[in-house]
């Protein structure tokens, strides 16, 4: 069911937005999170089949629009990953503009998902589920790492192949420069951000392995120069025969937007320890960040764990490091694109492998594998299916799984508890749910029943009856009284009155 729909006023920007923002630590993670999001941004403008300023459009028109309007002060909105992966095949059936006119779809949907309190229903995911999902991006991120890791250029493929593909790269022609420079710098990041967590470690890292490896001519690879122009704005269009044919891809782009960016807010909220986001603002947010950012030729935008968890972990503390990322790419775009291909690719990697690392909670997950089986598979296979597949398989496994062992727990928390009373009138207390899951095993006792002439069933305690559940207390109460047993029952909820009384276990309104 969906939440009560909002007044358009409570999704626009306020002053509370800014309220306890640190200007030194914002402006200083914004710098970090806009230095790392730099090659992703490129990187997955080009997966995306869009090219790589279409990327780093995306990045600086969605990272601002979400960063204002979203429902999360730390948030990092630009192009990601799993979204390239939907977008390619969009693009080879439908072309640029088929691609640019979902992301305008998409930003309709979204908003009017946020409009409609849709986002509320992010509370219903377990935290087995999230807790899986955000060890299975951390997995992610640093096998994406690998090839900038060990210096070697493996092309793009999925995560598994990066790892393969980039350690045989290596081994052909080994090179320590690279993966010293990563390791020193995510060590520098970690224990950085223990021993100060104020300064701009990451940043200070990164530009001190710059200049190491310009006056050491180590010849770590690095960005290179940006090539190629930027999209030049302009309105998507596409003919009114093939707009059905992107109404699926449309909502395909929205769902995954949605799930992702809700996903990243709640682990954001995890790490940061600060205000709860605010789920139906940060549908509307990126749906306004999807619906402007085609117009300047980027590709459809999601929140970005791996930007977020840089953001929170240099200290960002407002908004204010969201849309300062956004404005360093774009000063990057007008002013230092050279001096940024400068910066060696090892060194990001570090960067992002210390994130990776700091995103898992080791107590929290320590607790969830011990805490019972059901949670501990729910944890280990949402994972598990986020490296292998993707992250809405990964989350609708999980989400099943957590459904089969809640079901099956409920089911066990049902009770026929027995009272003798004589040896001719036998009751029964019937606790918990009379549901599908339950009612065989609950009410195969009163199948066993001996030679008695009544029994009673005292259903105060029951708390939910479906059909099932009915239609098999139902059965049992037949059986009894063609074996000449009296069936009472006693203490029935008002609320199940009707569902009982429509598969003829009762037969009057007030009980037997």
Request: net charge neutral.
């Amino acid at each position: 069911m969906l939440g009560v729909r909002r007044p358009p006023a409570s999704f626009l920007p306020h002053r509370a937005d800014w309220a306890g923002a640190l200007v030194g630590r914002d402006l200083g993670a914004g710098v970090v999170v806009g230095l790392v999001a730099l090659p992703l941004a490129l990187g997955f403008g080009i997966s995306s089949g869009m090219g790589a300023g279409a990327g780093l459009v995306t990045a600086i028109v969605a990272g601002a629009v979400a960063a204002v309007f979203g429902g999360s002060r730390v948030q990092v909105s630009g192009p990601t990953g799993a979204m390239a992966v939907v977008l390619a095949p969009i693009l080879l059936v439908h072309g640029p503009q088929g691609v640019l006119v979902v992301g305008l779809m998409a930003g309709l949907i979204l908003i009017g998902l946020g409009w409609l309190g849709a986002g509320r229903t992010m509370r219903y995911v377990p935290l087995p589920v999230v807790e899986g999902f955000t060890v299975g991006i951390a997995v992610i991120i640093t096998l994406q790492q690998v090839p900038a890791a060990l210096g070697v250029d493996v092309g793009s493929e999925h995560v598994l192949g990066l790892l393969t593909r980039g350690v045989r790269a290596w081994l052909h022609a080994p090179d320590l420069v690279a993966p010293v420079m990563t390791a020193v710098v995510a060590a520098v990041v970690l224990v950085g951000s223990r021993t100060a967590p104020r300064l701009p470690i990451a940043l200070t890292a990164v530009a001190v392995a710059t200049l190491a490896n310009l006056a050491l001519h180590l010849g770590a690879r690095s960005i290179g120069h940006i090539t190629g122009s930027l999209p030049a704005p302009h309105l998507p269009t596409v003919s009114l025969g093939a707009l059905d044919q992107l109404v699926l891809p449309a909502v395909a782009v929205a769902a995954l937007a949605a799930l992702e960016s809700l996903l990243s807010a709640t682990v954001a909220d995890a790490m940061s320890g600060g205000p709860a986001h605010d789920p139906d603002r940060e549908l509307v947010g990126q749906g306004l960040a999807n619906l402007v950012t085609p117009l300047f030729g980027g590709i459809p935008a999601t929140a970005a764990i791996a930007r977020t968890a840089v953001n929170v972990r240099s200290g960002a503390t407002s908004r204010l490091a969201a849309l300062t990322h956004a404005l360093v790419l774009l000063a990057v775009v007008l002013l230092a694109a050279p001096l940024v291909g400068r910066i060696p690719l090892a060194a990001l990697a570090g960067v992002l492998i210390a994130t990776a690392v700091q995103m898992v909670r080791v107590s929290s997950l320590a607790a969830l594998l011990s805490a019972t089986r059901g949670d501990a598979v729910v944890l280990v296979v949402t994972a598990v299916a986020t490296v292998t597949f993707d992250l809405v398989t990964a989350v609708v496994v999980g989400l099943v799984l957590a459904g089969f062992f809640g079901l099956r727990q409920t089911a066990r928390s049902a009770r026929l508890v027995p009272e003798h009373v004589s040896d001719q009138h036998l009751a029964f207390h019937l606790d918990g749910p009379l549901f599908f899951a339950a009612a065989h095993d609950v009410l195969q006792t009163l199948g066993e029943v001996g030679d008695v002439r009544v029994v009673e069933l005292r259903m105060a305690r029951v708390s939910a009856v479906d059909a099932t559940g009915a239609h098999v207390l139902a059965g049992a109460r037949r059986e009894l009284e063609r074996r000449g047993v009296e069936v009472r029952l006693h203490d029935v909820s008002p609320a199940h009155e009707r569902v009982l009384r429509r598969l003829n276990v009762l037969d009057d309104p007030g009980g037997d």
